[in-house]
């Protein structure tokens, strides 16, 4: 009797799974974005900085499955090995990003989200998850990546995510806005008001370069560019 009503149970709540909505970003970017290509659009192109992994807190796998493609750059050995595996027909790229070519530390944890260049943020991460090991990882400007890997020099960029755990305002710096000014962009800044948000650098820095805040998400802000 307890499992017949327990069946009952589970075959209800799948009466009403039509209706739900699947996201893959950590909080729900991606369904955000879906609102803000409502038209539909095919072939769209995107540059995710600091992509993680193919499927897991990711803003760009959503499109992927309806066949847009991009640009995915991580400085993580293993995540761009698995983004080669399970998203084959994108770009994948391993560099860490920064202002300048050079060598630095990379700090990589048990739970890979928490991988960051930051000694700041390493130490803080370092209780929440094991750190696996140090190694030295070469890092570039943005602009110089892209030119090297977008398949067309004119490539316009339909929406970037950048997520790099501290270096976040570095990737800003590094890119050639003139060239590659993505139509929306997503970054994770570590403000909490409203306040600390129109204050911080990034935001300055975005609004500076033609760009205005659309919402914030936990601590994602997604800015839509002017044209």
């Given at each position: 009797?307890?499992f ?15 209706y ?5 970003s950590?909080?729900?970017?991606d369904?955000i974005?879906r609102?803000?290509?409502?038209s ?5 192109f ?15 796998y959503y ?6 493609r991009?640009?995915n750059i991580?400085?993580?050995e ?11 027909e994108?770009v994948?790229?391993c560099?860490g ?8 530390k990379?700090y990589k944890?048990?739970?890979?989200a928490y991988?960051t ?9 370092k209780t929440?998850?094991p ?6 990882v070469h ?7 892209l030119r090297q ?6 490539q316009?960029?339909d929406f ?9 305002y ?10 590659y000014s993505?139509?929306y ?5 570590g403000s909490e008001t409203k306040e ?6 990034e935001?300055?820095f ?5 760009y205005?805040l659309l919402?914030?998400v936990?601590?994602?802000l997604?800015f839509?560019?002017?044209?």
């Amino acid at each position: 009797m307890a499992f017949n009503k327990l069946l009952l149970r589970i075959i209800k709540r799948l009466a009403w799974v039509e209706y739900a909505d699947l996201f893959w970003s950590q909080n729900g970017e991606d369904i955000i974005l879906r609102g803000l290509f409502s038209s539909g659009r095919e072939n769209g192109f995107y540059v995710d900085v600091g992509a993680h992994h193919p499927k897991r807190f990711s803003n760009t796998y959503y499109f992927y499955q309806r066949g847009w493609r991009g640009v995915n750059i991580d400085a993580n050995e293993e995540a761009i090995r698995m983004f080669d595996i399970y998203r084959p027909e994108d770009v994948n790229v391993c560099s860490g990003v920064g202002t300048t070519a050079s060598t630095i530390k990379y700090y990589k944890f048990e739970e890979p989200a928490y991988n960051t260049f930051s000694e700041v943020l390493h130490e803080r991460y370092k209780t929440r998850s094991p750190l696996k090991n140090v190694v030295d990882v070469h890092i570039r400007p943005l602009a110089e990546i892209l030119r090297q890997y977008l398949p067309d020099k004119n490539q316009r960029i339909d929406f970037m995510n950048i997520d790099v755990e501290g270096m976040d305002y570095e990737v800003l710096l590094s890119n050639d806005w003139k060239a590659y000014s993505p139509d929306y962009l997503l970054i994770e800044v570590g403000s909490e008001t409203k306040e600390d948000v129109d204050s911080s650098k990034e935001v300055i820095f975005l609004k500076s370069k033609g760009y205005s805040l659309l919402v914030m998400v936990n601590n994602t802000l997604i800015f839509k560019l002017a044209r």
